[in-house]
């Protein structure tokens, strides 16, 4: 019998690909749907590792894709957001989630691909409404995933006839790691666990390989998944990649238990199938969701011990950016608008320390060029956005219950302050921004410009930071400096812009390298501008 080796490989790259975009079109339908829901989850319902398991399956199971859970917990980690321990039980969650794709597969429901692919094209094209259109691209997603399936299928039939096939799966028969190792790079190669599980699936029910082989190519899929992970901690803080070599490890103890009892848990598949009536991709589901259960039911007890050992193996002190309000107790409202008002300040001081860390983080990036800084920037201003919203919701509490004037000023004081200091977030993000563009499009500043402007940056931090001080302590004097700190950046501005302009004439300065100085130094001037708002609460001059 003649192969076809073109019409196989079409067949089946085309379907990967369709797969693969069928996974990716359902997890942003619900992610869109659900909104920043999922985030919140993590965030809310992870007190502890138990209950990090079932938020880590159900989020999951929306965007149906353990990688995507996995790096969204590495970002609420490097965030302060989750500790690792909590961070362990979502990922073991992760991997009990992913395999409700493998048993949505199991559902022989290919011949309504087609339909269901229209069905999701007429919602998500001919509806102007944004929900309809997400619940379409999910629908869109479940018709491609079995078309993609289908066409997988197609392609891989005539691979029966091919003598080195039958010999690769007799030698993962025989040796179990060979499976393991190939299931692993594969996965890592595609970027999907669920499409390499949807490729045995159908690989199984063709007859193409048996349950020997397909086990372990099973477990090598699992390990492989945890690339994601890996790469999304690169670069990002030590919790981190702790919590990414957390599911590197999570899975590879798994597989080598799983290939110590191999041929009990193949026995137990084999029973489960002909008890059961199971067609082969529901008992390739039902295998990767028992490894995956089992696994998590052996390792949760030891999630204290694991955390201990990748602290360990990855050692060091980590900067925890801690993105929760820390003080705003509900209660506090209900007893004492004073007390209550006590703490919110104590919350707008911790974002005013952002501020100053993440001007300074800004700093060093225009220094350096290194991307940590302009990493650990971003991530403080997106904590003073998240602390923005906390406080200004208590702030808003506060205002129903009745104040003391001297109260109310200080509500008021507040308000304002949390206000200038978002502001002062979003332009250090501002000058990130230009700092990249720079460096992205090689655009030059120079030698003289750079130390002026590392001048400017040295005195508006170090104004944003007495600013703060002057709200701590109450310090008139120390609000006093900060307007006469603030005449002197807006001197400099002016004589920046001269200089600047001199430097163009001459041809010494470029037109871009031009347009990302004078930039910068408006945003560092706005900043001292937003330290002046703070430095006249506490002098009283804002009522």
Do not use: W
Not at 184 to 196: G, L, N, P, R
């Amino acid at each position: 019998m003649d192969v076809d080796v073109q019409k196989i490989l079409f067949e089946f790259l085309g379907g990967i690909g369709i797969f693969l975009f069928a996974i990716k079109s359902m997890g942003e339908g619900m992610q869109k749907f659900s909104g920043d829901k999922l985030r919140d989850i993590l965030d809310k319902f992870t007190t502890n590792p138990i209950m990090g398991i079932f938020a880590g399956m159900f989020v999951t199971m929306l965007i149906q894709s353990s990688s995507g859970t996995t790096v969204l917990t590495v970002g609420l980690v490097s965030a302060g957001f989750m500790s690792l321990k909590q961070a362990i039980g979502v990922i073991m969650g992760a991997n009990i989630g992913t395999t409700v794709t493998a048993f949505i597969i199991g559902f022989d429901i290919e011949a309504y691909a087609l339909p269901i692919l229209f069905i999701g094209s007429v919602l998500l094209f001919f509806s102007k409404n944004k929900k309809i259109n997400s619940i379409g691209q999910v629908i869109f997603g479940f018709g491609a995933l079995f078309f993609g399936l289908e066409l997988m299928g197609d392609g891989m039939k005539p691979l029966r006839s091919l003598e080195i096939f039958h010999d690769l799966t007799v030698s993962i028969s025989a040796n179990p790691l060979l499976g393991v190792v190939i299931g692993t790079v594969f996965t890592i190669i595609v970027q999907s666990s669920s499409a390499t599980i949807g490729i045995l699936q159908m690989m199984f029910s063709q007859g193409l390989i048996d349950l020997n082989a397909v086990l372990p190519l099973l477990f090598g899929d699992n390990i492989g998944t945890t690339i994601t992970a890996v790469l999304a901690s690169i670069g990002a803080s030590i919790a981190a990649k702790r919590a990414a070599l957390t599911h590197v490890m999570f899975n590879l103890i798994g597989t080598a238990i799983f290939l110590i009892i191999l041929p009990i848990f193949k026995y137990f598949i084999e029973s489960l199938q002909a008890h059961l009536y199971l067609n082969p991709e529901m008992t390739i589901a039902f295998a990767h969701g028992i490894f995956n259960v089992v696994n998590t039911i052996v390792q949760a007890p030891f999630i204290g011990a694991l955390a201990l050992l990748v602290t360990k193996v990855i050692p060091g002190e980590d900067l925890a950016i801690e993105y929760k309000a820390k003080h705003l107790d509900p209660i506090f409202i209900e007893q004492s608008p004073t007390i209550a008002l006590g703490q919110a300040k104590e919350e707008v001081l911790r974002m005013g320390q952002y501020a100053s860390l993440g001007l300074e983080e800004t700093r060093q990036f225009l220094m350096t060029n290194q991307q940590k800084h302009a990493q650990m920037a971003m991530q403080l201003e997106e904590a003073i956005n998240n602390l923005d919203r906390k406080i200004t919701d208590y702030l808003v509490l506060i205002s129903g219950k009745d104040m003391s004037q001297n109260d109310s000023r200080r509500h008021s004081i507040l308000m304002d302050t949390v206000r200038d200091i978002e502001r002062i977030g979003d332009h250090f993000e501002n000058i990130v921004e230009l700092i990249d563009y720079k460096n992205n499009n090689k655009v030059t500043i120079t030698e003289q410009a750079l130390e002026d402007l590392l001048e400017m940056f040295e005195i508006t931090l170090q104004n944003v930071k007495d600013a703060i001080n002057a709200l701590d302590d109450n310090d008139v004097v120390l609000a006093k400096k900060v307007l006469k700190s603030e005449e002197k950046i807006d001197r400099m501005e002016r004589t920046l812009r001269k200089k600047h302009i001199i430097r163009i004439n001459e041809g010494i300065c470029t037109g871009q390298g031009g347009i990302v100085y004078v930039d910068i130094i408006s945003n560092l001037e706005r900043i001292g501008d937003h330290s002046v708002n703070i430095a006249e609460a506490v002098l009283g001059y804002r009522q």
